[in-house]
């Protein structure tokens, strides 16, 4: 079942909103995803210097996505964002090894943050379509993920300048029937 249809069976009903965090470092491809998840045009973009909401319909949810840029002076008010947030998605750019250290560091104080706790979490492996690009796999090793346990996580694949892999992360599959209850917890509070 993919992520989406689980939130469409836990909220109350098909017109209430879905809050997705989008993060990442700057270049890492935020902005472009949001565009190509809005099927909008891609050709001219510009850094983020605050950030950009949008509201996107997806398989009958209106997902409200607020993409925060990734500039190091902008980083310490992500905070800002996680109230409420249902989804977090993370987006690295995996053709840019000399930033994997920084990017680790930043998911990891992101999945400290007590307003994240269980928050499900979404990596796009991001710029595939790059003859240098890490593969997902090797990504998801590097930054230890297999540690994870206090939420589901997937990672995934994807060009945004291409859109591929971009709608199979949307629609991730979730295997572990915990994800159920850690989003009524997160609903009834």
Same mark, same amino acid.
Not at 16 to 44: C, Y
Not at 45 to 51: M, R
Not at 129 to 143: F, H, I, K
């Given at each position: 079942?993919?992520?989406?249809?689980?939130?469409?069976?836990?909220?109350?009903?098909?017109?209430?909103?879905?809050?997705?965090?989008?993060?990442?470092?700057?270049?890492?491809?935020?902005?472009?995803?949001?565009?190509?998840?809005?099927?909008?045009?891609?050709?001219?973009?510009?850094?983020?210097?605050?950030?950009?909401?949008?509201?996107?319909?997806?398989?009958?949810?209106?997902?409200?996505?607020?993409?925060?840029?990734?500039?190091?002076?902008?980083?310490?008010?992500?905070?800002?964002?996680?109230?409420?947030?249902?989804?977090?998605?993370?987006?690295?750019?995996?053709?840019?090894?000399?930033?994997?250290?920084?990017?680790?560091? =930043? /998911? @990891? #104080?992101? +999945?400290?943050?007590?307003?994240?706790?269980?928050?499900?979490?979404?990596?796009? $492996?991001?710029?595939?379509?790059?003859?240098?690009?890490?593969?997902?796999? =090797? /990504? @998801? #090793?590097? +930054?230890?993920?297999?540690?994870?346990?206090?939420?589901?996580?997937?990672?995934? $694949?994807?060009?945004?300048?291409?859109?591929?892999?971009?709608?199979?992360?949307?629609?991730?599959?979730?295997?572990?029937?915990?994800?159920?209850?850690?989003?009524?917890?997160?609903?009834?509070?």
């Amino acid at each position: 079942m993919g992520l989406l249809s689980i939130l469409r069976r836990l909220k109350q009903s098909p017109e209430q909103e879905v809050r997705l965090l989008l993060l990442g470092l700057d270049n890492a491809g935020k902005t472009t995803l949001l565009k190509q998840l809005a099927a909008e045009d891609i050709s001219h973009i510009t850094p983020t210097q605050g950030f950009n909401i949008k509201s996107v319909q997806s398989s009958g949810f209106k997902l409200n996505v607020w993409d925060i840029g990734g500039q190091r002076k902008i980083r310490p008010y992500w905070r800002n964002y996680f109230e409420n947030t249902d989804v977090l998605i993370y987006v690295i750019d995996s053709s840019d090894r000399k930033r994997f250290e920084e990017t680790s560091l =930043e /998911l @990891a #104080e992101l +999945l400290e943050e007590e307003k994240l706790a269980a928050v499900p979490l979404l990596i796009f $492996a991001n710029k595939q379509d790059l003859m240098t690009a890490t593969p997902a796999s =090797e /990504l @998801a #090793e590097s +930054l230890n993920l297999h540690t994870i346990r206090d939420r589901m996580w997937q990672v995934q $694949a994807c060009s945004a300048i291409t859109a591929e892999g971009v709608q199979d992360g949307m629609t991730w599959n979730i295997c572990r029937g915990t994800f159920y209850s850690v989003l009524r917890q997160r609903k009834s509070v």
